[in-house]
């Protein structure tokens, strides 16, 4: 921490001292020892541009080229005061003017000319196209990385931390070539600036040279080309380091390695382009005037180069042979590995080998997407995160059957027809749709798989046409929808509090550990899961929890209190927009029937009746509940609060999908009309 702080420190006073040169003069001296630091610096860069594997290990180069190069023009002003003012800008630049001129002005400036041209047009201009493109792809590319971490995810082929790493990184990336898009446009800027301030530097000097200090014609021209283009080329030296460094970091695609040995493996691997571009230019040598002293020790080091990399090829390859051996002997000898046979999975979904074409993106197939989109809709609509969905193939299976586990147990399977879409029936059957019969693997609904040309005929027909990824993500879903109570243990409720104390912390406070129990509170939250009462307002679920745990301890209790709480969301869940609520009710003969059947076992209220009434009682509700689905409504049962829970306790075997309500569950906004009355 305190060296973090320090670098801090030193980054602001080096970026203030360099604003300060732009206006004080500075001695000779001192400039001599600063362009030495420019030279460092920039070839310290690019030296670690080249041995980076990937951009974002050099994550602050975008800010390093802005700080160098306003670094770089600092030391332009200040030299150019000096050149200027004195005739005399140090024996940096003077050194470097003399080496590059050799007596002979006009070369010397041509010379620079040329560097200022490669540097401005083939390095720099190159190097800001390729930054450009690089962003645009990348940006465009996120969503596509997004899905493929979802999908390795929800395939358990990582963690939701390495997911996490993951998607950090690729926000990272794009970020990073974002700034090396404008990044790049203060080299391009540079490059124009060096040429502007040694022209400036050359018609001025001249100028106070002759007409104000007198100083004779030919020494004037010589004096000032000479340090007007040794303070470019101490300039342009760095400046090209640099934009080579930029290039270098934009153009390197993804690698395991730095460029040194990319450029050994990947340039000079192919031993036998070695040995025939040995042979060619031998020949070249022999056959014509250029003679063979000069092409042989070349020749002679590619043949050699090629044979070298062929005998390290063949001993790298025996070497992870013997280690592949070594490490899975090694493996088999562990006996820690044993314990990873009693993983359950929460979640299996098990498929034959025909319908691995709905499974594998590079056919095709999207049902690991639809998986990630599933887990986000169950997520939004009971306020649970469902676990990762293990996907794999069984042979076991028929190749178009498919098998969903929950913790090792299988709860639901299916058969698909490839190549055909499924038909549901609109209610009345017609002969003209043919097909192979089949049902409905998430309901159990009657329907036909039909081919291309007879699905036009299908829904022309009134008939619902889903594809086979639809059906198999629709059996998931609902299959998930009916165990969501199953799948929350301890571990999830424990995370879900984390998630609401992160913005409500004293309502979870109230609450856990001090008032209940992990375990009390997965318990009233599975119970609201199993009758398919969302969660996801955990805030009004916990506050009521702190409050009604002051009088009771008991789960069931517990969950009645919350369910009133939650009036408004179940009235919401079961009601149709604009129409009134269409409820079940119990004759008054019933309902005592049902109180006085009452029986307390073990703490949980259940009702004893006889046999005949109890299926006298069912089959009523089972023909008012059918009447109701026929209209197209939810069945919901209205009853008094005494009874709700052992009343539902006793319909669930024989009724599932019979939502059972009590009076104080209803919404005072709610419009409640007669759906039908239960009789003895």
């Known amino acids: 921490m305190k060296l973090s702080k320090r670098a801090d420190l030193l980054v602001i006073i080096f970026v203030l001292c360099v604003i300060v040169m732009m206006v004080i003069p500075i001695p000779k001296a001192l400039l001599d020892v600063l362009l030495i630091v420019n030279i460092f610096v920039s070839m310290t860069i690019l030296v670690v541009a080249m041995g980076s594997k990937e951009p974002l290990d050099f994550s602050v180069f975008p800010s390093m080229l802005l700080i160098t190069t306003l670094y770089r023009l600092a030391l332009n002003i200040s030299s150019t005061r000096l050149i200027l003012g004195q005739g005399d800008a140090g024996q940096v630049i003077n050194t470097f003017g003399e080496f590059v001129i050799g007596g002979n002005a006009v070369v010397g400036f041509i ?40 999908a390795d995810m929800n395939a358990g082929l990582i963690t939701e931390e390495q997911a996490r790493l993951r998607r950090r990184n690729i926000e990272r990336e794009a970020d990073f070539y974002g700034a090396m898009d404008g990044a790049s446009k203060f080299v391009k800027g540079d490059a124009i600036a060096s040429m502007l301030i040694v022209a400036i530097n050359v018609v001025a000097g001249f100028i106070i040279g002759v007409a104000i200090q007198h100083t004779p014609f030919q020494q004037a021209i010589h004096t000032y080309t000479l340090l007007s283009v040794g303070d470019g080329l101490v300039s342009q030296i760095p400046a090209l380091l640099l934009s080579t460094a930029t290039g270098l970091m934009v153009s390197r695609a993804a690698s395991d390695a730095n460029l040194g040995t990319d450029v050994i493996t990947q340039v000079f691997g192919y031993t036998r382009a070695l040995y025939v571009v040995s042979a060619i230019i031998f020949l070249l040598g022999l056959f014509t005037p250029i003679g063979i002293l000069p092409v042989l020790p070349v020749a002679a080091t590619a043949a050699i180069g090629g044979w070298r990399m062929q005998v390290m090829k063949k001993k790298t390859a025996v070497k992870e ?138 829904e022309a027909n009134g008939y619902t046409v889903v594809d086979p990824p639809s059906v198999v993500a629709t059996h998931l879903t609902e299959v998930l929808r009916r165990y969501a109570h199953e799948l929350l243990g301890r571990q999830e409720t424990k995370a879900l509090l984390e998630h609401v104390k992160a913005s409500h912390s004293a309502v979870v406070d109230d609450v856990y550990p001090n008032t209940l129990s992990l375990g009390q509170i997965q318990n009233v939250l599975s119970n609201l899961l199993q009758e398919k009462i969302s969660i996801r307002d955990m805030v009004t679920i916990l506050e009521t929890l702190a409050d009604a745990a002051r009088q009771t301890q008991d789960a069931d209790a517990l969950t009645e209190q919350v369910r009133q709480a939650l009036a408004r969301q179940i009235c919401n869940q079961f009601a149709v927009p604009n129409e009134p609520l269409s409820v079940i009710t119990l004759s008054q003969a019933v309902e005592e029937k049902v109180q006085q059947s009452l029986v307390n076992h073990s703490g949980s209220t259940l009702i004893g009746m006889d046999p005949k009434v109890s299926q006298t009682i069912i089959r009523r509700l089972q023909e008012e509940a059918e009447k109701l689905q026929a209209l197209g409504k939810t069945p919901v049962l209205l009853i008094h609060p005494q009874l709700r829970l052992a009343v539902r306790r006793w319909t669930a075997r024989y009724l599932p999908d019979l939502f059972v309500l009590s009076y104080n569950e209803l919404d005072p906004t709610v419009e409640i009309q007669s759906g039908g009355v239960v009789n003895l």
Do not use: C
Request: aromatic fraction near 6%.
């Open 111 to 150: 010379v620079f000319l040329i560097i200022v041209i490669v540097q401005f047009i083939v390095i720099t201009r190159g190097a800001e196209r390729v930054a450009e493109v690089a962003a645009r792809f990348t940006l465009d590319a996120m969503p596509g990385k997004q899905i493929a971490i979802d």
């Open 321 to 458: 042979i013997e280690q592949s051996a070594r490490t899975k002997q090694a493996e088999t000898k562990k006996p820690e590995n044993v314990y990873t046979l009693l993983t359950v999975e929460p979640i299996e979904f098990e498929f034959g080998y025909g319908i691995i074409p709905l499974v594998d993106s590079k056919q095709g197939g999207d049902l690991l997407e639809r998986v990630v989109m599933i887990r986000r809709q169950l997520a939004i609509e009971l306020g649970v995160v469902i676990p990762m969905v293990r996907m794999r193939d069984n042979i076991q299976l028929k190749p178009t059957q498919y098998a969903i586990k929950l913790k090792g147990v299988q709860v639901a399977e299916g058969e698909i027809v490839m190549g055909h879409w499924l038909a549901l029936s609109p209610g009345v059957e017609n002969p003209a749709v043919q097909g192979v019969p089949g049902k409905d693997p998430a309901f159990g609904l009657p329907a036909v798989w039909v081919t291309g040309q007879m699905r036009v005929v299908a």
